[in-house]
């Protein structure tokens, strides 16, 4: 992988070479309603069914007992997306649930088997790129089909799933979808760029199977006449709920507020994609996000069906605490602490002490 560059946010003419921290002040996630008396029936059922399972069945040898990083995905959020996915069917959900575990142990999706070293020569030239977050705080996520750099391969494939796995950890508290932003801008140098009809097969397949209710919206530029005309002749068939979604040639900053948009998309946000820079801060922002996921979950109790909301840090209580752990409470003493001055906590009396 390449070396980061220490300190490095922007060259000298103030294009940003790192991704964006955090949405804007302004970006304000959708809550979902309220799930109804029959929804959390299901949810519960499904909760509990799900708590029986001490084996994940393998396609290649890997059968084996659920490992910790297997309990802590399965969170009560990822459950909704499945019972959502399937019309809340409630079995379906479950045996669509297990299938995404099996494929997520024998595909390797796990950052210790499918590794950034592995996927960074695919991303020399941003072909992908996780940058800024839209107005409902999604992180969007921007493929150029233009900055193709390898030939049809595995790696591709994979390529893509590592950086859907990294779109998810970079997803701030009480946000579940993104934003993916295609622009369809032709290379310069190469003359076929778009993945051949297996390839897009498998694609579609693992996002359909195995990343339901992850699309919050996708936006679309230089849409070449073939794919509009696809989409024209396919949009009686779709979904209304995703046909919704699909955005052509718009003003995109109706989306995506314009400091947070790449100039590609007619933002005002200047991006310069520089590998040996951009990749290590992605890389690094994903393992502090990830780690301290994991380290609540730990605190927690290390549950099934935990908050997505505890995980990552917006709720003080996990779904099997009705008081804040001790993580939180010693992130909270601090603030205290640092709230009160010295003098007035010497002469505090212990009952206002406690």
């Not at 294009?15 to 109804?36: D, G, I, N, R, Y």
């Not at 007992?65 to 309990?71: A, F, V």
Request: hydrophobic share 35%; charged share 25%.
């Amino acid at each position: 992988m390449a070396t980061p560059v220490e300190g490095v946010q922007e060259k000298a003419s103030g294009s940003l070479l790192v991704p964006l921290a955090s949405p804007t002040a302004e970006s304000k996630p959708v809550e979902h309603p309220a799930l109804t008396e029959d929804q959390q029936k299901k949810y519960e059922w499904l909760l509990e069914h799900v708590k029986e399972w001490t084996q994940v069945p393998s396609t290649k040898e890997k059968t084996g007992p659920l490992t910790d990083n297997e309990k802590q995905w399965l969170t009560k959020e990822c459950l909704l997306r499945y019972l959502r996915a399937t019309k809340w069917h409630e079995k379906e959900a479950g045996k669509r649930l297990l299938d995404t575990l099996t494929w997520r142990r024998d595909y390797g999706v796990e950052i210790d088997v499918l590794t950034p070293e592995h996927c960074s020569p695919e991303n020399e030239t941003g072909k992908q790129t996780i940058l800024g977050y839209d107005k409902e705080g999604r992180p969007c996520h921007y493929l150029s089909p233009g900055r193709q750099n390898t030939e049809a391969s595995p790696r591709q494939v994979q390529h893509l799933v590592f950086m859907l796995e990294r779109v998810i950890e970079m997803m701030p508290a009480q946000v579940e979808t993104l934003s993916l932003m295609i622009d369809y801008k032709p290379s310069k140098t190469r003359s076929n760029t778009n993945p051949g009809i297996a390839m897009a097969r498998e694609v579609l397949n693992i996002l359909q199977n195995h990343y339901p209710e992850r699309l919050g919206k996708a936006l679309i530029i230089n849409t070449p006449w073939f794919v509009h005309g696809f989409f024209k002749i396919i949009t009686p068939f779709i979904d209304p709920h995703t046909r919704e979604k699909l955005k052509f040639n718009e003003d995109m900053t109706q989306y995506v507020p314009s400091e947070q948009l790449w100039t590609t998309f007619k933002g005002a946000l200047e991006f310069e994609y520089d590998h040996s820079i951009y990749w290590p801060a992605l890389m690094k922002q994903c393992t502090e996000k990830r780690e301290a996921r994991k380290q609540r979950w730990i605190a927690g109790g290390k549950h099934i069906g935990e908050s997505e909301d505890y995980l990552s840090g917006h709720a003080a209580t996990g779904v099997a605490t009705s008081k804040p752990t001790e993580a939180v409470q010693a992130a909270e003493a601090v603030k205290m602490d640092e709230a009160v001055p010295a003098a007035e906590t010497a002469n505090e009396t212990p009952a206002v002490a406690a």
